[in-house]
């Protein structure tokens, strides 16, 4: 296995990596409020329809220079969003249906119309998929005195724009892309904002395609902004990160085309610039998912542990208790076992471990039993459970054969000032139903 | 052009009844007529909303409560139809009009916090391209207050409560500081504290000469919390002062056969006697 630093890292290679971050940035901004809108498709759907815009705008002017491409463009893509709208509102259809109505027939369209009247152009389908990125550097051209490929400047531009955009109109497309009812009360039109920002995908879908292919702008306009969501509740957070996530997307999977196939002995199978970069995406919305704070699988879980383990520590606290009233201070683990905490054996063994670092209980002898500390600590909480005993016998008129299990979940979520309350409201009964005594709260 | 013959014919039949719509208002609907398909929801709309009132808008499901609410804030395409507030028509006067949508209208997992959708309220007075200043959003943080919400200021709107959200609502229609109320079911599946904290503010909004339309569903509180009451199924089957109108027979007429209802209303009418 050929160590890193092996592969050569050109000036070339550094070009490659901004292209593509440039753009994978500009579909990320614009991807963030698509997918707010819940209309990721819309990206897809645009770059598919722009089809007969580009043919239209060769047809007239005969030119394939990138601005009329991206004017013809623009306007496709405006129209993409009026006709799904047009469906959408008068067919009852649901917008992902009428999208994928309009972007479907707009590109029938489209190829019919370069089929007819240019076939001499050039269309190659591994072209147009995952575009020509390792051949951006070598098409140059004079930028401020340097040496710049046109792809740059071009991706360049619209990344601006869409900056621009996003801060520009950054209320206005919060308070239209979570309620535009509201929006259109107070003033703002909704109708405005969403065909601005649809011709911005529209426009951005163009030139980014142009250079890089049109799985990596679909990709960027869903994949970075999705993992975003996944990892805050802030707008203006789920925008940079969306726009970070794109740009080492890009970079990562660069490095990873150019270094992975002579990793894996693959000897000189090229991998595609592209399509790793996507893959990159993918990398970091699976990580989102698993280990998002709020929604990720991993935090989840962890939380769900955390709070099962304080249940069965509790518990264990209460059964402590119990015994001592009963005259027996001190059991076994194996009387624990036999016990059935919640959790089972092995919970309840992770429980006996925390509470003894958290100095309420000591093991001696084999045997455990409760310090001055947990000692307190168990006397709040099955005061807790015999105050809800008593309320549900008292207030709720359960049998009083029927209380002990509600009140066994009750006492985990019971703060002070609940407890006061229920002391208060029972007036200060010294007993439970079961005929066994209520203690104080502990001293502290 | 259609709009110049109902215009006239509608003057002709107030000149011919009698019946002028009083020219400052706060809210004037004149012969409002929407329809879905060709389907009518609303017929004829026809009332003026009393000043510093609370007026209740009952009416059974698909009678037009909320499209009502919508046609007034020019939300969904009328046949026919005037909406005037304070005697002008309602595009020229949209900022003193505020509004509170049903809560499940949102999408309340959306990156942003409490204070931030109150700030939304703000959003036509500060303007196209300008940020939320310091003065809007302490205007916004006080509005929570006032809903007793600013302990949630920077909680994301998902990590609310129904109830708490809907307070967030009313706090965000209270910072847009407008005259005229237009709430879609505010008291849809809240719990009792918020109803009451919603009441609260609502009277509030009264005694500061402020008028409400509130679209809603339960017939136990009409006579409690509502000054007048349009009754409504398609067409305004009554509107005036709620002991004036919210009669059995008239609830009849509103809900048609619907026996439970029906019941429902009368218990409720008999209780409004007994109360008395």
């Not at chain 1, 070339?12 to 209309?39: E, H, N, Q, S």
């Not at chain 1, 099962?308 to 208790?321: A, N």
């Not at chain 2, 940020?131 to 007793?148: D, K, Q, T």
């Not at chain 2, 509180?221 to 398609?234: A, G, P």
Request: glycine share 8%.
């Amino acid at each position: 296995m050929p160590p890193l630093c092996a592969i050569a890292w050109l000036p070339l290679d550094t070009w490659i990596v901004v292209v593509g971050a440039l753009g994978a940035m500009a579909c990320a901004l614009l991807g963030t409020f698509l997918v707010l809108r819940k209309m990721s498709m819309m990206g897809d759907a645009i770059s598919h329809a722009v089809l007969p815009g580009l043919a239209i705008a060769f047809l007239v002017t005969g030119s394939r220079d990138s601005l009329v491409m991206l004017a013809g463009a623009g306007v496709v893509g405006v129209l993409t969003a009026v006709f799904t709208q047009w469906i959408h509102a008068a067919g009852k259809v649901d917008q992902g249906a009428s999208m994928g109505v309009v972007f479907t027939i707009l590109f029938a369209v489209g190829l019919i119309l370069i089929r007819q009247t240019a076939d001499h152009v050039d269309l190659d389908p591994e072209c147009v998929l995952y575009g020509a990125i390792e051949f951006v550097p070598l098409d140059t051209t004079a930028f401020l005195g340097w040496q710049v490929p046109r792809a740059a400047i071009t991706v360049g531009v619209v990344l601006v724009l869409n900056l621009l955009f996003v801060t520009l109109l950054y209320k206005e497309l919060k308070l239209t892309s979570l309620d535009p009812a509201l929006a259109t009360t107070v003033g703002i039109n909704a109708h405005l904002v969403h065909y601005l920002l649809m011709t911005l995908v529209a426009v951005t879908t163009v030139a980014v395609f142009e250079s890089v292919g049109s799985i990596l702008v679909i990709a960027m306009f869903i994949v970075p902004p999705a993992a975003a969501h996944l990892l805050t509740d802030r707008l203006s957070v789920m925008l940079l990160l969306s726009a970070g996530l794109a740009a080492l997307s890009a970079a990562l999977g660069h490095v990873a085309a150019i270094t992975l196939p002579a990793w894996l002995g693959l000897g000189d199978i090229s991998t595609n610039t592209a399509g790793m970069m996507a893959v990159m995406a993918g990398v970091f919305f699976v990580v989102a998912a698993l280990a998002g704070p709020r929604h990720g699988i991993v935090s989840r879980a962890v939380h769900r542990i955390a709070l099962s383990l304080r249940i069965v520590r509790e518990d264990i606290l209460g059964l402590l208790y119990r015994l001592d009233e009963l005259g027996a201070p001190r059991i076994s683990r194996r009387a624990f076992a036999q016990a059935e905490l919640v959790g089972g054996p092995f919970m309840t063994r992770i429980a006996l471990w925390s509470l003894r670092r958290a100095g309420q209980i000591v093991r001696e002898d084999a045997t455990y039993h409760l310090t001055p500390r947990g000692r307190s600590a168990a006397q709040e909480l099955v005061r807790s459970h015999r105050l809800w005993e008593s309320f549900l016998e008292q207030e709720l008129r359960l049998p009083p054969d029927h209380v002990h299990c509600t009140a066994e979940r009750l006492e985990h979520v019971t703060g002070a000032r609940l407890q006061e309350r229920l002391a208060e409201s029972l007036g200060d009964p010294g007993h439970d139903p079961h005929g066994e005594p209520i203690p104080d709260r502990p001293s502290r | 052009m259609t709009d110049v013959s109902h215009v006239d014919a509608a003057l002709r039949h107030a000149v011919a009844t009698g019946d002028e719509h009083p020219a400052d208002a706060p809210l004037s609907v004149h012969d409002l007529t929407v329809a879905y398909h060709r389907k009518p929801v609303l017929w004829d709309v026809d009332f003026d909303a009393p000043e510093g009132r609370l007026i209740g808008i009952i009416g059974p499901n698909g009678a037009g409560k909320s499209t009502l609410l919508k046609a007034v804030l020019d939300l969904v395409p009328t046949a026919s139809g005037r909406i005037t507030v304070y005697g002008k028509p309602y595009r020229e006067q949209r900022a003193l009009v505020g509004y509170v949508p049903q809560r499940e209208s949102v999408d309340w997992d959306f990156p942003v916090d409490a204070l931030d959708v109150v700030a939304m309220g703000r959003y036509g007075k500060i303007g196209w391209f300008k940020p939320v200043g310091r003065m809007h959003r302490e205007a916004a943080l006080h509005a929570l207050e006032r809903v007793g919400m600013a302990d949630y200021a920077k909680r994301q709107i998902s990590q609310l409560s129904g109830g708490q959200q809907q307070r967030v609502f009313l706090a965000r229609a209270l910072a847009q500081d407008a005259r005229v109320y237009l709430m879609d079911e505010p008291f849809a599946a809240v719990d009792a504290a918020t109803e009451r904290a919603i009441v609260e503010i609502l009277q509030a909004l009264r005694a500061a000469g402020k008028t409400v339309l509130i679209v809603h569903h339960d017939l136990q509180t009409v006579s409690e919390y509502f000054d007048h009451v349009l009754l409504l199924n398609m067409r305004v089957v009554a509107h005036g002062p709620t002991e004036q109108v919210f009669t059995p027979e008239n609830l009849r007429k509103t809900y048609g056969g619907r026996l439970t209802l029906l019941e429902e209303a009368a218990n409720a009418v008999a209780r409004r006697g007994s109360a008395e």
